[in-house]
């Protein structure tokens, strides 16, 4: 695993995503860290970035910014311990956005779907 690679699910000591729930993982530094779309998570987002239903269809359209992505993964870290925010941003970009695109697809799919 490169130091910022992002993954969907996999395994890691620290951060295992329950995928029926919507987490997803993103590595940083190094470190998996896992993404758990929370309502108070959520409400976090949106405070920020707008609508979520807005978001999701931005995304369907190719018209999320990378700004959005790496707030929504901030917003969703269960733990961000010493992380910072450029941290994140770093991580998605170093990434890449085909990669970037696993654990959003879970998290959107949460927003869209529900934990029902």
């Known amino acids: 695993m490169n130091r910022a690679q992002v993954a969907e699910g996999g395994s890691a000591e620290k951060a295992h995503a329950n995928q029926l729930r919507g987490e997803a993982t993103i590595s940083i530094d190094g470190r998996l860290h896992l993404l758990r779309p929370s309502f108070d998570a959520l409400v976090r987002a949106e405070e920020e970035l707008g609508p979520l239903f ?5 995304a369907g359209e190719g018209q999320l910014r990378l700004s959005e992505i790496a707030a929504l993964f901030w917003h969703c870290l269960a733990e961000r311990g010493e992380l910072t925010r450029e941290q994140v941003g770093s991580a998605v970009l170093a990434t890449g956005l085909a990669e970037a695109a696993k654990p959003l697809r879970a998290l959107l799919g949460e927003i869209l779907k529900g934990s029902g």
Request: charged content about 40%; cysteine-free.
């Open 54 to 58: 807005a978001m999701v269809e931005r």
